[in-house]
């Protein structure tokens, strides 16, 4: 999917794992950076830090 749309389609990703740790959760560390080279070379990264909403308003309900 990523090869075929590389520098064709707009992709977007959301995930709450570091790119460092991608090679964790692929079977191949290989693929995984090639993924993330092809992710990060025309991409656009939006980083968002702070606590988790859902686990503040979990709390407020209680």
Do not use: C
Not at 16 to 22: A, D, M, P, R, T
Not at 27 to 41: E, Q, Y
């Amino acid at each position: 999917i990523i090869a075929g749309a590389y520098e064709r389609r707009s992709i977007i990703f959301t995930t709450n794992i570091e790119f460092g740790k991608w090679g964790t959760i692929f079977a191949d560390a290989n693929m995984a950076a090639a993924l993330i080279d092809r992710t990060v070379h025309h991409g656009r990264i939006i980083r968002f830090q702070g606590g988790s909403y859902r686990s503040e308003h979990a709390l407020m309900t209680k």
